[in-house]
T-cell receptor, first 116, second 113 residues
Framework: EPEVTQTPSHQVTQMGQEVILRCVPISNHLYFYWYRQILGQKVEFLVSFYNNEISEKSEIFDDQFSVERPDGSNFTLKIRSTKLEDSAMYFC??????????????FGPGTRLTVL | QKEVEQNSGPLSVPEGAIASLNCTYSDRGSQSFFWYRQYSGKSPELIMSIYSNGDKEDGRFTAQLNKASQYVSLLIRDSQPSDSATYLCAVTEEVVGNTPLVFGKGTRLSVIA
């Protein structure tokens, strides 16, 4: 069964450093998302991406964040200058089959980001 | 501000019993409703989706939707210890498209053997 994959599984970085989180969405999906979950809190939407551009973004997704689909398979989230409060699990998700389908979003295993 | 509310639990049920999980949402325009299961330290895993009023059954799971009351529930029959997890309710505004999921905080379920 196809699944969303994410790398790395755990990233430790120093405050102020840049990090890039990588995702490979399900191959025949059209819509891609990033969510985050701070420990003990709810899953929060960051950004959605369709047709090589951002569709929607939340208040959390400020200028320090960017997303990119550098090739036909990868989808990346870059945090330019990490802060302590960026420590969280970051989940990539994808949805919507080519040719039709509903909005069901399938999540990757997540990247745990720890900012020291 | 769109809100999804869930009782955080923990909800403890004995093995073999029915577990009932509830969720209310604030946005009357919500169209799609999902239940995800999340084990500690893992990602959300889709259990059920429901789009119209009434019941939808899938194996031991039944989702119930009442749009007039802005209420969605999940019943788990014959609960097993492996069902012990946090159950997340999530809603979106559209059936087709790429609108974001709005999640509740989740209800922690503990099935006691």
């Amino acid at each position: 069964e196809p699944e969303v994959t994410q790398t790395p599984s755990h990233q430790v970085t120093q405050m102020g450093q840049e990090v890039i989180l990588r995702c490979v969405p399900i191959s025949n999906h059209l819509y891609f998302y990033w969510y985050r979950q701070i420990l003990g809190q709810k899953v929060e939407f960051l950004v959605s991406f369709y047709n090589n551009e951002i569709s929607e973004k939340s208040e959390i997704f400020d200028d320090q964040f960017s997303v990119e689909r550098p090739d036909g398979s990868n989808f990346t989230l870059k945090i330019r200058s990490t802060k302590l409060e960026d420590s969280a699990m970051y989940f990539c998700a994808s949805s919507r089959l080519v040719g039709g389908g509903t909005d069901t979003q399938y999540f990757g295993p997540g990247t745990r980001l720890t900012v020291l | 501000q769109k809100e999804v509310e869930q009782n955080s639990g923990p909800l403890s049920v004995p093995e073999g019993a029915i577990a009932s999980l509830n969720c209310t949402y604030s946005d009357r325009g919500s169209q799609s409703f999902f239940w995800y299961r999340q084990y500690s330290g893992k990602s959300p895993e889709l259990i059920m989706s429901i789009y119209s009023n009434g019941d939808k059954e899938d194996g031991r799971f039944t989702a119930q939707l009442n749009k007039a009351s802005q209420y969605v529930s999940l019943l788990i029959r014959d609960s097993q210890p492996s069902d012990s997890a946090t159950y997340l309710c999530a809603v979106t505004e559209e059936v087709v498209g790429n609108t974001p999921l709005v999640f509740g905080k989740g209800t922690r379920l503990s099935v006691i053997a």
